[in-house]
């Protein structure tokens, strides 16, 4: 089967940088997805790395290392709006198996 | 452009009744897949339907059912509820495009809250 660990809450302030850990254990996969989802909201796509190294897209940056089995999610700038819940999630032919999340706290 | 739209929002039901979910995708999509979100957990995967079949499936039992319709359009049905399915629904739709074209980018509706009492 599919896992992946990710911590569970994480906080941080306004401006700051934030990184969002995430390992994982699978026998074979396409890539690692990144998906926001705020308080009662759907969850929205972040960012995908199908390939080993950085993907940047605006404030937002994602790493994958097949090797170490590993990745994370960079989120520049913080603004309060980001305070949401950040689940990573290995991608299949056209399904993703999702970890528990990281609910990012952002205050002032 | 409408996203992904789910009907209804919210419902309660009593343990052993039967519910129907609903899901329309976004314009263009012509896959549908259904997640179950327990409180302060990930998406589980339930299946995805692709012309009209069901393509995969996840580790739910048979009280679990789908269709998709000619329209793209997608329902979702539990039988014998139990306490254990109370959690939130999610749809999402994406665009077959075969194997390694890319990031698998779905697009996710609000859900249907299932509460069962």
């Known amino acids: 089967g599919q896992s992946l660990e990710q911590p569970s809450e994480v906080t941080a302030v306004e401006g700051a940088i934030v990184q969002i850990n995430c390992t994982y254990q699978?026998?074979?996969?396409?890539?690692l997805s990144w998906y926001q989802q705020h308080d009662g909201g759907a969850p929205t796509f972040l960012s995908y790395?199908?390939?080993?190294g950085l993907e940047e897209t605006g404030r937002f940056s994602s790493f994958l290392s097949r090797s170490d089995s590993y990745g994370y999610l960079l989120l520049q700038e913080l603004q309060m709006k980001d305070s949401a819940s950040y689940f990573c999630?290995?991608?299949?032919?056209?399904?993703?198996?999702f970890g528990k999340g990281t609910m990012l706290l952002v205050s002032p | 452009d409408a996203g992904v739209t789910q009907s209804p929002t919210h419902l309660i039901k009593t343990r052993g009744q039967q519910v129907t979910l609903r899901c329309s995708p976004k314009?263009?999509?012509?896959?549908v897949s259904w997640y179950q979100q327990a409180l302060g957990q990930g998406p589980q995967f339930i299946f995805q339907?692709?012309?009209?079949?069901?393509?995969q499936r996840g580790n739910f039992p048979d009280r679990f059912s789908g269709h998709q319709f000619p329209n793209y359009s997608s329902e979702l049905n539990v039988n014998a509820l139990l306490l254990g399915d109370s959690a939130l629904y999610l749809c999402?739709?994406?665009?077959?495009?075969?194997?390694?074209?890319?990031?698998?980018?779905?697009?996710f509706g609000a859900g249907s809250r299932l509460t069962v009492l």
């Open positions: 999402a739709s994406s665009l077959d495009k075969g194997l390694l074209s890319g990031a698998n980018v779905l697009t």
């Open positions: 699978t026998s074979g996969f396409y890539g």
């Open positions: 790395n199908a390939l080993d």
């Open positions: 999630a290995l991608s299949g032919y056209s399904t993703l198996t």
């Open positions: 314009s263009g999509h012509d896959t």
């Open positions: 339907y692709y012309e009209e079949e069901e393509r």
